[in-house]
């Protein structure tokens, strides 16, 4: 079975701080995506890397896929309230490319 | 924006009766899911479906459930005796038949069994 960890699981910082929130596993993913969920919502799409060593850049958003595809981390530039949200992980696997997802970082951003 | 939709957004049911879930994926995906999420516990992998039939299926994805594309826009889950662990949110998803990896989710359905 493949595991996704993410770390840490709860974060709690101040606007204009910056946060990293890492995403590791021992399994090999075909790719990997970062998705948002807010409360009794679906997870909404962010980003999907792909090629080891893919750094992909959303306005403040920065996703880094590891060498190995392994392992993968989102970088927050001066985190604002409305950041505020549950960062999802998920791998692509399996021969329909299903996704295993990481538990998710609840992250707050206070004013 | 093309979106995944799912109804009903919530139901609630009496445990051991029939409940059937539908979801509208994206016109143009050929792949189709279905994942569910218990209330404060992770995403999980439900089914995959393409070419009209099962591809691949977790544990969780016992003989109580089962899945069906019963025209070309419609794909339904189906869970047969409901029991009080089914309730989650159930989210269906899509995703072209090409290289593309990018899974969309609709916005789940609320399943409550009493």
């Known amino acids: 079975t493949q595991l996704l960890e993410q770390s840490p699981q709860f974060l709690s910082i101040q606007e204009g701080e910056n946060l990293t929130v890492y995403c590791n596993s021992s399994s090999v993913f075909s790719s990997l995506q970062w998705y948002r969920q807010e409360p009794g919502e679906g997870p909404v799409l962010l980003v999907t890397v792909v090629t080891g060593g893919e750094v992909k850049k959303l306005k403040r958003l920065t996703f880094q896929f590891g060498d190995a595809r392994k392992d993968s981390s989102l970088h927050i530039t001066a985190a604002q309230p409305g950041d505020t949200g549950l960062y999802l992980c998920?791998?692509?696997?399996?021969?329909?490319?299903?996704?295993?997802f990481g538990s998710g970082t609840q992250l707050t951003v206070l004013p | 924006e093309p979106e995944v939709t799912q109804t009903p957004s919530h139901q609630v049911t009496q445990m051991g009766q029939e409940v059937i879930l539908r979801c509208v994926p994206i016109?143009?995906?050929?792949?189709f899911y279905w994942y569910r999420q218990i209330l404060g516990q992770k995403v999980e992998f439900l089914v995959s479906?393409?070419?009209?039939?099962?591809?691949?299926k977790s544990e969780i994805f016992d003989d109580q459930f089962s899945v069906e594309r019963p025209d070309g826009s419609n794909f339904t889950l189906k869970i047969r005796s409901t029991k009080l662990e089914d309730s989650a949110m159930y989210f269906c998803?899509?995703?072209?038949?090409?290289?593309?990896?990018?899974?969309?989710f609709g916005e789940g359905s609320w399943l409550t069994v009493v």
């Open positions: 998803a899509s995703r072209t038949g090409t290289a593309g990896n990018t899974i969309y």
């Open positions: 016109s143009n995906h050929l792949y």
């Open positions: 998920a791998g692509n696997s399996g021969s329909a490319r299903q996704l295993t």
């Open positions: 479906f393409y070419n009209n039939e099962i591809s691949e």
